[in-house]
């Protein structure tokens, strides 16, 4: 069985300041992990995606991400936050044992102050 | 330009009437999805479709009907069975196969108010 826990429901930075967004994955089989980025009453865009390639993975917007098997984690990161940022961010995964379905965590939201 | 069309963006249905939100791609992927968002629960799984004419429940099927004629459709209709259908409707497709890696490209999304 798949799952992913995204620690944090709601993350406040300033503008200018790092992005750290935090999940956890469990999952019996080799993994693919995603991040996406929903804005409000929108379709989720990807942000960024990990297949056992490079385990330090880049995405567009400055964001990237590193798959940590040890510590079952793929936890997002951007050195400089944007007021473009802020939106709802959603950590997914999809084992090789249910190729069809992927499981999404709850969701981060993103708030970026002046 | 290829993307997923869903149609339509808003819809507001009295309590007992059945409605159909269209879903349309023109990515050519195998696999289509159904999704629901709810404020903090992420996104639930309704149906998805491997292939034409086969598509499976996923974790909240209950009140929902789908169909898969075309490859290029996949239709989500929201019965009078389903008891709370408010919500934000999202359909996604993706290239199929035994791999895993294929991540999915979204719609737009239908929101649904039942009144």
């Known amino acids: 069985a798949q799952s992913v826990t995204q620690l944090d429901s709601h993350v406040s930075v300033s503008e200018g300041t790092p992005v750290l967004l935090r999940c956890n994955y469990s999952?019996?089989?080799?993994?693919?992990l995603f991040w996406y980025v929903q804005h409000p009453n929108k379709g989720l865009q990807l942000l960024l995606k990990?297949?056992?390639?490079?385990?330090l993975v880049k995405g567009i917007n400055g964001f990237e991400a590193e798959f940590k098997k040890s510590e079952t984690s793929f936890h997002l990161t951007k050195p400089s936050a944007h007021m473009s940022d802020a939106a709802e961010y959603f950590c997914?995964?999809?084992?090789?044992?249910?190729?069809?379905?992927?499981?999404f965590g709850t969701g981060t939201r993103l708030q970026v102050t002046l | 330009d290829g993307g997923i069309t869903q149609s339509p963006k808003y819809l507001f249905r009295k309590e007992g009437q059945n409605v159909t939100l269209s879903c349309e791609q023109n990515?050519?992927?195998?696999?289509m999805y159904w999704y629901r968002q709810d404020p903090g629960q992420g996104l639930r799984l309704i149906y998805y479709?491997?292939?034409?004419?086969?598509?499976q429940k996923g974790d909240i099927a209950e009140g929902y009907s789908v169909s898969r004629e075309k490859k290029e459709s996949f239709p989500l209709t929201v019965t009078s069975a389903q008891k709370n259908p408010t919500a934000f409707y999202l359909c996604?497709?993706?290239?199929?196969?035994?791999?895993?890696?294929?991540?999915?490209?979204f719609g737009e999304g239908s929101r649904l108010t039942v009144l």
């Open positions: 999952s019996s089989y080799s993994p693919s």
């Open positions: 990990y297949t056992s390639a490079a385990t």
């Open positions: 997914v995964v999809s084992d090789s044992g249910t190729a069809s379905k992927l499981t």
């Open positions: 479709s491997q292939i034409v004419n086969d598509f």
């Open positions: 996604a497709s993706r290239t199929q196969g035994a791999s895993n890696t294929g991540e999915l490209f």
């Open positions: 990515l050519n992927h195998d696999a």
